[in-house]
């Protein structure tokens, strides 16, 4: 097998975003059909694989699907707190992707 | 050149919808594409102002995120054209919040814009969503339960009294009954994105299914383009067979990886969307590629709601809150930074015991912005931000809650560290008064008989 990339060389687009006030939902977006199928057969964003990088349950994880229309991967998952609560220092959740960049994906 | 719809309407019935903000007031319209806009016989210009994004201190606190002049700027630029062209133009969830006082002052913005600029009568069509505490306190005693959205427990009555103030997020229904009305202007209280757009489409007798789609996609403007610039204007048209939308910006385009992206942007799930009267499955939605900046999109169905039920958002305040704000830079500070935390707030537990305030620690640079859930929480930076928050129910006790443990931080006790002549780095040697601290206490929904029942409508005539 070939080295591996990073998840932020092949996708287009990594972002978190609040999804409703109890929640921050995640898309991981892929420039072609291969590389989409690629990161969904390798098992790095499965829903297990978001447990260990979190480090949450996965009764946090309130939906995880493959949206073929946008080759995306997305999942959400509860808050630790509802957004804008004393304590909470990301009230969009914008910036909760960042453990996402760095995974490596092994190359098919 | 190729077929665009910039160039020509379909042969067939059609409903065109310019939006040119995805958030009226929280940042300017660009306003070069939302001329261009303008120019393709649009027959409503429509903008959501809202969101929950904003956290809870605007509903809470009955206030705007965002200064007053800008709201006044985006409904400036939107009323001159409306009436120019002389079509309808809807904002939706007014003032971030929708509450009454900001469909007010949206309203209030309105009439002045129009005796401003001289312009000829016309009607404002407006409606509330707030409600009140009694009804839902009436509601929960009756055994009516206000279910909680995810995952939270149905509203009790502590909840309740711990909440300032609670929206109700409309459907179409407000909206149709005031465009029949021959509103040519309407403010809305606080409402589904979505909805802002169905509404006009099922007035106009298109599909629930590609209606409510239509307002899905339009919602956020040039969010749904490539490549990433926001506050641009789209152009959206509606047929009885399919939803096209196009970018504005020469710059931008729409295609189907941003289109579909932006079905999936900010929900859950990106095969649902829910308002008040039923839901899109969108999960069978076809995207094509129409002309080199448009999608047109087929598929998604409507699923009528079998009980009405409503969401309702709420706030409450949890006290006044103080900030402040040190640096550290000395490895073995870093390495203990918890300890540090720790004696600054052992300091105001012996001041003020260990209840009646909250204290927060957010360490920049370690992981502040994932807390628990940050991965890399064990490899902290060469140096460190952290920045307290002390939240108390009168303003006197929070500014000294915070700068106990502002200061304290400076005289951390750790016991093999060499700078003895100060623990951390000032930025400024004092607290700062923030917003109060509020939460959000509600994210639930309650039964209704009627779509319109929590939404009273009102129409006036203004201009000159």
């Not at chain 1, 969009?92 to 092994?106: A, C, E, N, R």
């Not at chain 2, 509330?128 to 505490?133: A, F, P």
């Not at chain 2, 009405?308 to 103080?322: F, H, N, Q, S, W």
Request: hydrophobic share 40%.
């Amino acid at each position: 097998m070939m080295a591996s990339r990073k998840l932020s060389e092949i996708a287009k687009t990594i972002r978190s975003k609040n999804a409703g006030v109890d929640k921050i939902t995640f898309d991981v977006i892929f420039p072609d059909r291969a590389t989409y199928d690629r990161v969904r057969e390798s098992g790095v964003l499965s829903r297990a694989a978001v447990c260990r990088i979190f480090g949450v349950d996965a009764a946090q994880i309130s939906d995880h699907v493959a949206f073929d229309p946008a080759l995306a991967i997305k999942f959400t998952i509860y808050r630790q707190m509802p957004s804008g609560s004393p304590g909470d220092a990301d009230i969009f959740g914008s910036q909760q992707y960042g453990p996402l960049l760095d995974i490596d994906v092994p190359r098919g | 050149m190729p077929a665009s719809i910039q160039h020509g309407r379909s042969a067939n019935h059609t409903l065109r919808i310019v939006c040119p903000n995805g958030h009226l007031g929280f940042a300017p319209i660009k306003t070069g594409s939302f001329q261009i806009g303008c120019q393709c016989e649009p027959d409503l210009i429509c903008a959501d102002s809202g969101s929950c994004d904003v956290g809870p201190v605007p509903l809470g606190s009955d206030t705007s995120s965002s200064p007053r002049q800008w709201q006044v700027d985006d409904l400036e630029t939107m009323l001159l054209a409306s009436r120019r062209l002389g079509v309808p133009m809807i904002v939706g969830s007014a003032g971030d919040t929708g509450t009454n006082s900001r469909v007010d002052l949206f309203v209030g913005i309105i009439r002045d814009l129009a005796r401003k600029h001289g312009l000829a009568r016309f009607r404002v069509g407006y409606f509330y969503s707030e409600v009140s505490k009694e009804e839902l306190r009436r509601r929960i005693l009756d055994g009516d339960t206000v279910a909680g959205l995810d995952a939270r427990p149905p509203l009790d009555l502590a909840t309740l009294d711990a909440t300032e103030r609670v929206v109700a997020v409309a459907g179409i229904h407000p909206y149709t009954k005031l465009l029949d009305q021959g509103a040519d202007v309407i403010i809305g209280g606080r409402s589904s994105d979505c909805a802002i757009f169905a509404a006009p489409a099922i007035c106009q007798g298109f599909p629930e299914a590609l209606a409510y789609f239509y307002g899905k996609v339009l919602e956020c403007a040039s969010f749904c383009a490539e490549p990433y610039g926001a506050k641009e204007s789209v152009l959206g048209e509606i047929t009885m067979d399919d939803v096209k939308v196009t970018a504005m910006l020469p710059e931008q385009r729409c295609t189907i990886a941003s289109v579909a992206g932006h079905a999936m942007y900010e929900r859950a799930n990106p095969f649902f969307e829910h308002f008040l009267g039923g839901h899109i499955d969108m999960s069978q939605c076809r995207y094509e590629q129409y002309d080199e900046r448009t999608v047109r999109v087929t598929g998604p169905s409507y699923v009528p709601a079998a009980e009405l039920r409503v969401k309702i958002e709420g706030a409450g305040k949890i006290g006044e809150r103080y900030v402040g704000i040190v640096g550290v830079r000395d490895p073995y500070t870093i390495a203990n930074i918890d300890l540090v935390t720790a004696w600054a707030r052992q300091q105001v537990v012996e001041r003020f015991g260990k209840s009646g305030y909250e204290l927060h620690f957010s360490v920049y640079g370690r992981n502040a912005i994932l807390a628990d859930r940050e991965p890399l929480k064990a490899m902290p930076a060469h140096e460190l931000g952290v920045v307290v928050q002390g939240v108390a129910p009168e303003k006197a006790m929070a500014e000294e809650v915070c700068m106990i443990a502002t200061r304290q931080m400076f005289y951390a006790r750790l016991p093999q560290v060499k700078g003895t002549a100060g623990g951390v780095a000032f930025l400024l040697d004092e607290v700062m008064p923030a917003s109060p601290a509020y939460r959000w206490t509600l994210n639930h929904t309650m039964r209704l008989e009627d779509p319109l029942e929590l939404f009273p409508i009102s129409i006036c005539e203004t201009g000159v």
